[in-house]
């Protein structure tokens, strides 16, 4: 199964503006790296990818 939501962890920087822009609140952070709560309930508008100022985030 392809990944809708992937998150390169060894870019991640804990920066919280992704968790706050996603319409449905499906990213949070632990331990210092973004993950998502249930990728299936992404909508794909990739406002995360954008504001992530290390591309960590990227949308499929």
């Not at 973004?34 to 909508?43: A, H, N, R, Y």
Request: charged letters at 25%; one cysteine or more.
């Amino acid at each position: 199964m392809n990944k809708i939501v992937v998150i390169d962890a060894d870019k991640c920087i804990d920066y919280g503006l992704y968790t706050e822009i996603c319409p449905n609140n499906l990213l949070y952070i632990h331990n210092g790296i973004c993950k998502v709560s249930d990728e299936k309930m992404c909508d794909k508008s990739k406002g995360c990818e954008k504001v992530c100022p290390t591309g960590a985030i990227k949308i499929n």
